[in-house]
């Protein structure tokens, strides 16, 4: 049913112009400044492989290491949460919100809170969530999910955007996107001083500090920790990294990757709530480690490398096929290369299995990752899994056999003319292959009848045998 969805979601949108043009835009700015970003380094591709390196160490060691996180945040006053999927994590959560009473929380974006559903858990217990990074803000306002795990609006104009904010605000109908920003500023602001609970993810969890450090561009993140008396962090457990000191080296890959900017605007490490002898900050401070999933990936000796992703969203600006259906089409959390290779398995193949073929297998993902994860590479393993589970059509292996019988002998190949094989695959014009493109035709005779009539040709033409 889900495959079924994505073909209907991929066919309808990939058609459509007003969407293309947008995202075309949107992704040709972020193109143009990952080309300025990257050429700010010397050797990038060095960089790349150190930074790959600690991710395979981490991932060598990944237990010690989250031992050693959990230690040292609890000895800075944090409460250490363990969570194995989503039910456990809300159950942390609402159990959080309820002992502390809240009813009004901030929360700066976080891919991993809109993975367990975060904003749906507080307001069904009454505690209303609002999202403070703009891009999160506006979908939220908007009901709808992040487009993208970086640029969660990236699918609207600064008009559509004027739109919503006159339909759902009474803003100016021709307000520009300063005066828009302005406005969510200054509402912002109110909600800031007034909640009780402020919540964040986490880019990197530094395991020799137990810290949690976030990255952002617009200060909402240290907006969402400075008034409420409660911090709530809630992260997957592959954020996982050995040192403080190696942010020196993951800050301006990620900025590079993600924006295009040397650095991230606003680098935040926070190891804890308040000290007896500090006036700022939160009474208390929670952290929500959450697999959901992860160890699946871990467990597999062909896919576990895919936890060593950094979100920087590179690869979904690179992908040919994100580029045409959109983020929406995937109906994931994580969309584009990195969501096609982990969410059969955080979601099972049963259903989303089908997202490791939306890929040309093109390489551009693996091109530009800046911890080098082989996405091709799992794709394709992926797709091996999904037939040994038998969830693929039962016509396309029968299709695929014939395709094999045929194409495994130059002369089964060669026995039917090319006008019959141009009649049978007529049907592919009018249904999965068009209607919008038009299957090549056949040549009258194959290549290698064509290659023997030429040689004929010209032996005959030097006199010499056949």
Request: contains cysteine; positive net charge.
């Amino acid at each position: 049913m889900k495959a079924h969805e994505f073909k209907k979601a991929s066919k309808q949108i990939a058609f459509d112009k007003n969407h293309r043009k947008t995202i075309d835009f949107n992704i040709g700015k972020y193109d143009m400044a990952f080309t300025k970003g990257k050429v700010r380094y010397k050797n990038l591709e060095l960089a790349k492989h150190r930074a790959a390196a600690i991710k395979r160490e981490v991932l060598n060691n990944w237990g010690k290491y989250l031992i050693e996180f959990e230690k040292n945040s609890r000895a800075n006053g944090a409460e250490v949460l363990w969570a194995k999927n989503d039910l456990e994590a809300n159950q942390h959560i609402i159990t959080i919100l309820k002992e502390n009473r809240a009813t009004l929380l901030v929360k700066s974006k976080s891919m991993t809170t809109e993975e367990i559903e975060f904003n749906y858990t507080a307001g069904s217990i009454g505690c209303e969530s609002i999202e403070t990074d703009l891009g999160e803000f506006i979908v939220q306002v908007a009901g709808e999910k992040p487009y993208h795990i970086v640029t969660p609006a990236m699918h609207k104009s600064k008009e559509n955007i004027a739109e919503l904010f006159h339909e759902k605000f009474g803003t100016p109908l021709k307000s520009t996107p300063e005066e828009l920003t302005e406005y969510v500023r200054v509402l912002l602001r109110k909600k800031y001083t007034t909640a009780d609970v402020g919540v964040t993810g986490a880019n990197f969890l530094i395991a020799d500090i137990g810290g949690i450090s976030v990255t952002e561009n617009e200060g909402n993140g240290l907006m969402t920790t400075a008034f409420p008396k409660v911090h709530i962090v809630i992260a997957g457990i592959e954020k996982i990294i050995p040192k403080m000191s190696q942010l020196g080296l993951f800050y301006p890959l990620l900025a590079a990757h993600g924006t295009g900017q040397q650095l991230t605007a606003y680098n935040t490490i926070f190891t804890g709530p308040r000290k007896s002898n500090e006036i700022d900050g939160p009474e208390k401070m929670y952290v929500i480690l959450l697999d959901n999933g992860r160890t699946a990936v871990y467990e597999d000796t062909e896919a576990f490398e895919a936890l060593a992703c950094i979100r920087c969203g590179a690869c979904l600006n690179a992908c040919p096929v994100y580029k045409t259906i959109g983020g929406y089409t995937y109906d994931t959390t994580y969309s584009g290369p990195i969501g096609s290779v982990l969410t059969p398995f955080l979601k099972g193949f049963k259903d989303f299995s089908h997202l490791s073929f939306a890929s040309t297998l093109c390489g551009k993902c693996v091109e530009v990752c800046p911890v080098k994860i082989p996405l091709t590479d799992i794709l394709l393993t992926n797709r091996r899994k999904t037939i040994e589970q038998g969830l693929r059509p039962e016509a396309e292996k029968i299709m695929m056999k014939g395709f094999s019988l045929v194409s495994s002998n130059r002369n089964t190949m060669d026995m039917v003319p090319g006008s019959l094989k141009n009649f049978v695959t007529l049907p592919l014009n009018l249904t999965g292959w068009g209607p919008k493109r038009m299957m090549p035709a056949f040549a009258g005779k194959s290549f290698s009848a064509q290659m023997k009539q030429l040689k004929k040709k010209k032996n005959k033409s030097n006199n010499q045998p056949d």
